[in-house]
């Protein structure tokens, strides 16, 4: 199977001039899983907020803001259905950036992507740095959420709440036991954050997922925010090492 | 008589051809079993000791008990016969835990319905009232631990259970919990006396191997509903039956038998780098599993039999005839 993907750009007006950037994805992984859950360091599969559905669209659809700090860097975006049957790699050079871009991803038409890979049987994680294996630093990746698949209108959780949504592989947990912390820390806030062991039996790449409540101003945060999400995996009456992952957010996509 | 057997043929394809109820034995020796316990009301246990780790981020004190972590469990120690009384709603793990004891979590079942407004023992999940498994008179929240002994002075525990099971698990780490060893048969309910049920398959179990019960398709010709077995909603197992205990003191793991209720369904068996897979019953299993076939092939066998001694006996010897004349046109010539 062979996907490409590339971010399609369209210079958008309004929103502090934020402008959307094309780029164009070169794959540099994509094979079929071995089905196993072996706990590895890339345990965060999926990061995206959950949209309004949308229409079946003929192609898949990513959606993003690229950071400052990712300016002139490669970024990788792993993609893993939920049963392990299909995963790619594919790497972007972030060209020179004076700001915060917005950035819409989306699969080229001619991508034979399965059709049935939708935000509720697949992940997508974007993290900094190049697509070599499991890249990500167990002891704090960083990672910018995006919507995959779903319009840009956060299903509300509440009053002022968007729902941001990990799907993640973890192995040897009776119970996961997560916090997100607005800022980084929890001086700033501590969001409701709660996890479940996915029951579907084709849960075999990503087993958990956890549901984040987050404040729809720092959504729209023009300046861009940062969560620090971490959990201990819980097995047997005792708590693992804590892991933990950076999130950028903001500039309300 | 050749059309009778020929007849007789086709009647024995066309009835055992078709899939019926089945049901299965499993007996196995294994480190990990998990259940979806079902029962009418509210099933009981009473050993004579049990340890609980009661999940809580605010223990009221701190008993440490067996490896709990302090701050994350309050540590509970039964020893006088407590009963531990289990509803719907719950999945219990029981996993292999040191040579004299097992460990069982016991996890809210996200699948199940929601407690009736009446129930006693208030206990909500999120937004959901959920049903409430007691250990005397203290009720167990979702992610508790029991340690069960599986003797004291020289009891036998057995803990008997009725529900959805899967025992084993397919290797996924480096220190997973497997299935060591086990044997199943199918029996399912053949010939004239249909109350009487046929053994028609069995096989061994390697370490590794997961095994559950998966209902099946009714065939088309089956009328009604009734044909199904109990169920919960959006259930596809069969249910089953099933005793936990500990046979050999000091062995590896811990031993039970499961028995199916019969019903359309099929071992479903998932082994280490394959898929999962429902393990056949050759309708030509079926045939040789029911006595009566092999009673109507051996009496018609010596049906034939008896009419060729009968024939050789009694009837003319044309073949001696025959050489006899051509023995006699040789003379002539």
Redesign the interface.
């Known amino acids: 199977m062979r996907l490409s993907i590339f971010i399609s750009a369209v210079m958008l007006a309004g929103q502090g001039a934020m402008a959307e950037i094309e780029l164009d994805g070169t794959i540099r992984g994509e094979s079929e899983l071995d089905r196993?859950?072996?706990?590895k360091p890339s345990w965060l599969r999926g990061l995206h907020f959950a949209g309004q559905e949308m229409p079946t669209p003929e192609q898949p659809e990513l959606r993003t803001v690229l950071p400052m700090q990712w300016s002139g860097k490669l970024i990788c975006a792993r993609v893993t259905s939920m049963s392990g049957d299909y995963s790619a790699m594919v790497e972007f050079e972030v060209p020179q950036m004076s700001q915060r871009e917005r950035a819409s991803l989306r699969f080229a038409p001619a991508s034979p992507i399965p059709t049935q890979v939708t935000p509720e049987n697949s992940g997508v994680s974007i993290e900094q740095g190049p697509c070599i294996g499991d890249n990500l630093n167990p002891t704090g990746g960083s990672f910018v959420a995006n919507y995959w698949n779903e319009l840009a209108e956060p299903v509300s959780m509440g009053p002022g709440l968007a729902q941001l949504v990990l799907n993640m592989n973890i192995?040897?947990a009776?119970?996961l036991?997560a916090r997100t912390y607005l800022g980084g820390s929890p001086a700033e806030g501590v969001l409701d954050t709660?996890c479940?062991?996915l029951?579907d039996?084709d849960a075999l790449a990503f087993n958990y997922r956890c549901i984040v409540a987050v404040p729809t101003d720092a959504v729209d945060d023009p300046a861009g925010r940062e969560l620090k999400f971490e959990y201990e995996r819980?097995y047997?009456?005792?708590?693992s090492a804590t892991r933990s992952a950076k999130i950028l957010i903001g500039s309300g996509l | 008589m050749r059309i009778f057997g020929v007849l007789l043929l086709i009647a024995m394809v066309i009835y055992y051809v078709p899939d019926r109820q089945q049901s299965f034995t499993v007996t196995a020796t294994t480190e990990v079993l998990t259940i979806d316990p079902v029962s009418d009301g509210v099933t009981e246990w009473e050993v004579p000791r049990i340890e609980a780790c009661i999940r809580t981020d605010a223990p009221k004190r701190e008993l440490k008990v067996q490896g709990c972590a302090m701050g994350l469990y309050e540590g509970v120690i039964e020893d006088d016969y407590p009963t531990l009384r289990w509803t719907e709603g719950y999945r219990l793990t029981f996993r292999a835990y040191t040579a004299d004891m097992i460990e069982v979590l016991v996890e809210h079942n996200p699948d199940a319905l929601p407690a009736p407004d009446n129930a006693p023992n208030e206990q909500r999940r999120g937004e959901m009232k959920i049903p409430v498994v007691t250990l005397g008179d203290r009720v167990l929240t979702p992610d508790s631990l029991l340690y069960i002994p599986y003797r004291v002075a020289g009891e036998r525990t057995v803990l008997p259970l009725r529900g959805y099971v899967s025992i084993g698990d397919v290797p996924d780490a480096s220190d997973s919990l497997l299935l060591l060893d086990g044997r199943y048969e199918i029996k399912q309910n053949l010939g004239l006396r249909r109350d009487r049920s046929h053994l028609v398959g069995e096989g061994r179990l390697f370490p590794g191997d997961r095994i559950s019960f998966a209902l099946g398709d009714r065939p088309w010709f089956v009328p009604g509903d009734a044909a199904r077995p109990k169920e919960g909603p959006g259930r596809t197992n069969a249910l089953a039956r099933v005793f936990v205990t500990d046979l050999v003191a000091g062995g590896e793991g811990f031993d039970l038998v499961a028995t199916t209720e019969p019903a359309y369904a099929n071992l479903l068996l998932t082994r280490v780098g394959g898929q999962p897979t429902l393990i056949p019953v050759p309708w030509t299993e079926r045939l040789l599993g029911d006595g009566v076939p092999v009673a109507i092939a051996t009496l018609l066998g010596l049906i034939a039999t008896m009419i060729a001694l009968s024939n050789a006996y009694f009837a003319p010897p044309k073949a001696a005839v025959r050489i006899a004349r051509f023995d006699g046109d040789r003379d002539a010539s």
């Open positions: 196993t859950l072996i706990s192995a040897r009776d119970e036991d709660s479940n062991k029951t039996p819980i047997r009456g005792r708590p």
